[in-house]
């Protein structure tokens, strides 16, 4: 059977951090080897679920470069998933429950009082059918629980290990709500069997799921997938992260104008053995792939990281990578421009500052006006190239005496009108002697 993964997020918010990472993780494992990659939305939340949402998802994914090759809404399916639940029925293993959730609360603080595990004591089950009309007689809805065998459940996570739970350590789970909504594990089993995925990849968090689905599918008549539970992020505090945090969420990091390619990297090298670096492309962070490099400890999401990696990224980038969107920012300085600039980008809308130096108007700041007027004088004529800075900024030193950075700093403010940036030895031949004069001399230009 073809390896087949998924990424299933509910369209109830856009994505931040941990939902990419957790996506990126199923897209990078079936790239590797040659798999499909799935999204399946998990709208069976009618209220909170919004088409707006769902297009966030697609938007974000789509951005990063991580391609599906089908997509499923939950919200299509409830006639398989209402055919599970008479399967689970007819075979005994769906049973009703009639307890309120204040009676459920009660029950588990009794058990906690006398030192025992708030498992769901099965009251249900010995229930009689005199009993059960009774309670719907005055109007007490059954909410539907599945019946675990209360027997070792073992798995072979990915990435955990082999891992193993006693169901007879679990509640039995709720499958269907008492307004006959379900919750979340029913329609994902159902899913995964109908579309035949065979690698469940997801967060750690789910870990204490695995074992009552392993036991719904094979209820369902089905064989459970593989399971892979990789590590959570955290704060660069190691504190938990808040979905609030917009500079968490993929749309708060492209206003930020970071490189998708950035994003994917960061999330698919944090939390690894691998170092947190620029890569040439998806394709080699797919080859670099291996859950065996995943580290049990929490991942931390750091976005000063990630903006010192963005940076890198750029400063490593050849001018055809970036043509396409220079021109659209209206920068024409091509190849020479580029390599004058990227080494000093944090992000690449940075470079329309850099072509606003170049071809001005800017106000120069004057900071030492008898330097800057004698500078102004010696400007050699053009053509000018790469060796003029040096040899006007000679000139000048030996014209005023002043050296180091009391004759550097003034000349580049004056020419740029910031005290940081780029080699002047490349900027200047762009800026061309007209406007470095002007400028010299505390004019707009």
């Known amino acids: 059977m073809a390896v087949t993964v998924r990424f299933a997020p509910s369209p109830t918010g856009r994505l931040h951090a941990g939902n990419i990472r957790t996506a990126l993780f199923n897209f990078l494992f079936a790239r590797k080897i040659g798999g499909r990659f799935l999204l399946r939305l998990d709208d069976t939340d009618a209220e909170r679920s919004t088409e707006e949402f769902a297009d966030g998802i697609r938007e974000d994914l789509s951005w990063l470069g991580l391609d599906w090759a089908e997509e499923i809404r939950q919200s299509g399916r409830f006639d398989r998933y209402a055919a599970a639940v008479e399967k689970l029925k007819t075979s005994g293993r769906l049973y009703p429950a009639y307890e309120s959730p204040e009676e459920l609360e009660l029950k588990r603080k009794r058990q906690l009082a006398r030192g025992k595990p708030p498992v769901y004591d ?34 072979d996570d990915l990435v955990r290990g082999r891992q193993h739970v006693d169901a007879a ?38 870990v204490a799921n695995t074992a009552p689905q392993i036991q719904l599918f094979e209820a369902l008549g089905a064989v459970p997938p593989a399971f892979g539970h990789h590590n959570l992020l ?6 938990a992260l808040s979905k609030r945090d917009k500079s968490i ?3 708060g990091m492209r206003e930020e104008e970071i490189e998708p390619l950035a994003v994917a990297i960061y999330a698919g090298t944090i939390g690894t053995s691998d170092a947190v670096a620029p890569h040439a492309g998806l394709d080699e962070l797919v080859q670099s792939f291996d859950f065996a490099k995943l580290s049990r400890a929490p991942a931390r999401f750091d976005g000063h990281e990630l903006r010192l990696l963005n940076a890198k990224l750029l400063h490593a980038l050849p001018f055809e990578a970036v043509a396409a969107r220079l021109g659209e920012m209206d920068i024409d300085g091509g190849n020479d421009f580029w390599e004058a600039v990227r080494g000093n980008l944090g992000v690449l809308a940075e470079a329309k500052l850099w072509w606003r130096v170049v071809n ?15 500078a102004a004088k010696l400007l050699p004529p053009e053509p000018w190239d790469g060796e003029t800075w040096s040899v006007w900024s000679s000139a000048v030193k030996e014209a005023t005496g002043v050296k180091n950075k009391a004759l550097f700093q003034p000349l580049r403010l004056a ?6 940036g780029p080699e002047l030895k490349h900027l200047l031949p762009m800026i061309g002697r007209t ?3 002007a400028r010299l001399e505390g004019t707009a230009a």
């Open 122 to 155: 099965r009251a249900a089950l010995k229930l009689t059918d005199a009993e059960r009309a009774k309670l719907e007689a005055e109007g007490r809805k059954a909410h539907w629980r599945f019946k675990l065998e209360q027997r070792d459940v073992t798995w």
């Open 169 to 206: 350590s679990l509640s039995d789970p709720v499958l269907v709500r008492a307004d006959g909504t379900y919750l979340y594990t029913l329609p994902s089993v159902v899913d995964d069997n109908d579309l035949r995925v065979t690698h469940v990849i997801r967060g750690e968090d789910h």
């Open 234 to 239: 955290v704060g660069a505090d190691g504190q």
């Open 249 to 251: 969420s993929i749309s």
């Open 360 to 374: 001005g108007p800017i106000e120069p700041v004057i900071a030492d006006a008898p330097l800057c007027q004698a």
């Open 415 to 420: 020419l740029t009108a910031s005290a940081h």
């Open 435 to 437: 406007r470095a004069k």
